[in-house]
């Protein structure tokens, strides 16, 4: 079964969680730092960052200790604003016309069996407002409220120390950092 939103949706959003709420003095995590610590292909989250980025959800941050930050607050990213992003404003359904092919109609349909938006297609409509509207009322800032009230408070600790020791191994002051913390 092929779901209507894409993975890229799931695991952009799960990155987005993460840069909700940045720890200060963490370095900002890169797409590799996020891939990795989640588990998710690191190929793929850079298309789907590149897609947040041109979307204007997520910037670049430069230097060293670069990777990527919300562009906007989280309060103003909501589900439908990702899900557009990385999936595009494609149609739930697409209305194939199927009412004027009737064989009985010898090719030739009656206006009554065309006329107006098919009642099928008009259910279809509908549901995809409701979608689309139930995706636009929650935003980052809410998710993040949610996880937090789930997660305890040690773990953003955790992360920050994971991201902090990725950052220093790419850059070898490994050996230093450690010196400064035992003195």
């Known amino acids: 079964m092929m779901s209507f939103i894409s ?47 041109k979307a204007g959800l997520v910037v670049a941050t430069e230097g060293a200790r670069g990777g990527f930050a919300l562009a906007r607050p989280a309060d103003e990213i909501s589900f439908l604003d990702v899900v557009r992003a990385i999936d595009g404003d494609k149609a739930l359904f697409e209305c194939r016309e199927i009412r004027d092919r009737c064989a009985v109609f010898n090719s030739e349909a009656p206006a009554w069996a065309t006329r107006g938006v098919c009642s099928i297609h008009a259910i279809m409509l509908a549901a995809e407002k409701r979608m689309r509207d139930e995706l636009a009322s929650h935003s980052l800032q809410e998710l993040a409220m949610q996880v937090a009230a789930k997660v305890p408070s040690s773990f953003s600790l955790q992360i920050a120390n994971w991201l902090e020791e990725r950052t220093l191994n790419r850059r070898g002051d490994h050996d230093a950092h450690h010196l400064e913390n035992q003195s």
Do not use: I, W
């Open 7 to 53: 993975t890229g949706v799931e695991y952009g959003l799960h990155c987005l969680l993460y840069l909700t709420a940045p720890t200060p003095n963490a370095p900002a995590p890169g797409v590799r730092d996020l891939a990795d610590l989640q588990g998710v292909p690191a190929e793929y989250l850079a298309k789907v960052f590149t897609k947040l980025s």
